[in-house]
């Protein structure tokens, strides 16, 4: 019976959010403003299916997380959580608690973290997530293709554990 509201204005990650939420049977809605966030929750307030958890991308251009956290919190301040994805948790701890931000998901995201950020919301133990089957591609030649120099080296050391042969490039 959990839905959460995520507002994240990048396709990708919050795709990739939304398919590890729905495994833990979540309803999940993607927003890509604040403005959106705000009609969105004013209208699944009208109409009686209001959503339990808005989910805040940290640091997403052009925007003022704290800022609509706060415009949230205020609006709809017992009817919903505040939840923020963010690499660095630490170092936003601060700013999260004076925005009214209840919970933290530490990023990158992986089934164990979304289940365990479920559990800090819920207070609970949610449904175990289905298990994916494996699929081999050992031995299999990969192509990893990421600009930023630390994220192509954990990428290309994760890939390597798992047996694929691993050649990166820096751009397109």
Same mark, same amino acid.
């Given at each position: 019976?959990?839905?959460?509201? $995520?507002?994240?204005?990048?396709?990708?990650?919050?795709?990739?959010?939304?398919?590890?939420?729905?495994?833990?049977?979540?309803?999940?809605?993607?927003?890509?403003?604040?403005?959106? #966030?705000?009609?969105?929750?004013? #209208? $699944?307030?009208?109409?009686?299916?209001?959503?339990?958890?808005?989910? /805040?991308?940290?640091?997403?251009?052009?925007?003022?997380?704290?800022? /609509?956290?706060?415009?949230?919190?205020?609006?709809?301040?017992?009817?919903?959580?505040?939840?923020?994805?963010?690499?660095?948790?630490?170092?936003?701890?601060?700013?999260?608690?004076? #925005?009214?931000?209840?919970? /933290?998901?530490?990023?990158?995201?992986?089934?164990?973290?979304?289940?365990?950020?479920?559990?800090?919301?819920?207070?609970?133990?949610?449904?175990?997530?289905?298990?994916?089957?494996?699929?081999? /591609?050992?031995?299999?030649?990969?192509?990893?293709?990421?600009?930023?120099?630390?994220?192509?080296?954990? $990428?290309?050391?994760?890939?390597?554990?798992?047996?694929?042969?691993?050649?990166? $490039?820096?751009?397109?």
């Amino acid at each position: 019976g959990l839905s959460i509201l $995520a507002v994240n204005n990048t396709s990708t990650p919050a795709e990739n959010l939304e398919e590890l939420l729905k495994r833990f049977r979540v309803t999940v809605k993607t927003v890509s403003s604040g403005e959106e #966030a705000l009609h969105e929750l004013k #209208a $699944a307030g009208e109409q009686g299916k209001p959503y339990s958890v808005v989910l /805040l991308e940290w640091k997403w251009p052009y925007s003022d997380v704290t800022g /609509l956290a706060r415009t949230v919190r205020y609006r709809f301040a017992e009817d919903v959580k505040l939840g923020v994805a963010a690499y660095d948790t630490q170092g936003i701890r601060s700013d999260v608690r004076k #925005a009214g931000i209840d919970h /933290l998901l530490q990023k990158p995201l992986f089934t164990s973290t979304v289940r365990e950020f479920l559990q800090s919301v819920t207070g609970g133990t949610p449904e175990k997530a289905p298990e994916t089957p494996e699929i081999s /591609l050992v031995s299999q030649k990969v192509l990893l293709v990421e600009d930023n120099d630390i994220n192509r080296e954990i $990428a290309k050391m994760l890939l390597e554990t798992r047996h694929l042969k691993v050649d990166t $490039a820096t751009n397109g």
